[in-house]
């Protein structure tokens, strides 16, 4: 198993897409309340553990995917609202060494609470004409709607196995 990608790449096949859209919402919904078992357990040490050498804590990982996902929202209104627009992307790496993400990871599986709550609701309202908008990311291109939920989908579940993964080979189970 790769230890950077434990659940595999996210890869987008646009003939399940459709099919896809509604299990996506849901596992958008229920990752904070994964998320919040997953580290429900761990002691201070633990969170400040990396998955992988090299690689962020526990704790850096709940803060990343707060900051991510607040990106993604605003990304998906963009999106919906304005015609292919231009996204900003940022400097992940650089934000994971801020002072914030020093912070209780409460204050990030809170955020990401209330944030999923609208996010899914935004994401259920939307026609198919909505999903079907784009943005452009100045590195990947053109990006739809439909495929940036599923992108972000997969990035809860890949962060959770990260964190599942370091706790099944630490035997913090």
Request: net charge negative.
């Amino acid at each position: 198993m790769d230890e950077r990608y434990p659940i595999g790449t996210f890869i987008y096949d646009k003939a399940t897409a459709d099919a896809m859209v509604s299990k996506w919402i849901e596992e958008i919904e229920m990752l904070p309340q994964k998320l919040e078992q997953a580290v429900r357990n761990l002691s201070e040490e633990q969170l400040d553990t990396p998955y992988r050498k090299g690689g962020w804590t526990v704790r850096q990982v709940v803060h990343h995917l707060a900051d991510s996902h607040i990106n993604a929202y605003t990304r998906f209104k963009l999106a919906i609202t304005e015609e292919t627009p231009v996204i900003k992307p940022y400097e992940e790496g650089l934000w994971a060494n801020l002072a914030d993400y020093e912070e209780p990871i409460e204050l990030s599986i809170k955020l990401l609470a209330s944030l999923h709550i609208r996010l899914a609701a935004l994401l259920r309202s939307l026609k198919e004409t909505e999903l079907n908008r784009v943005f452009v990311h100045p590195d990947s291109g053109q990006v739809s709607v439909k495929e940036n939920i599923g992108i972000y989908a997969w990035h809860g579940n890949h962060h959770l196995a990260h964190i599942a993964s370091l706790c099944e080979k630490k035997g913090w189970l």
